[in-house]
């Protein structure tokens, strides 16, 4: 019996995922709290200079361009918002300072609230 995944497969002519991918992206955060050491992470709270709009942005990361992303993408899936991250901060849309510390904290950062 094949499953959903191999007739999609076949019908899009597209690659299946391989399962070490999931295990790469889980090992990266590792990767990132490595790369940032000790030093401390900030999150701020903003909305001036952004119509009005709230924004949480984490700063002080000392990553490299690809797990600043990565990081980035599970954070705003973690909080269930957009973003963006570039520059060594992550922006995340509204007011989640506290789901983005509870979020760095579980991974191993040092992050305070400023």
Known sequence: MQDWKDLLGAA???PLP????NEEAQQAPADAVAQ?????VNIVFEKKG????????????????????QLASELKRHCGVGGSA????????GDARNKVLAFLQGKGFKARII
């Open 12 to 14: 899009f002519n597209m």
């Open 18 to 21: 391989d399962d070490n991918n």
């Open 36 to 40: 940032q050491g000790k030093d401390m």
């Open 50 to 69: 952004r119509g009005g709009k709230q924004a949480t942005i984490v700063t002080d990361l000392h990553l490299d361009d690809d797990t600043l992303k």
């Open 86 to 93: 570039r520059g060594g901060e992550i922006l995340i849309q």
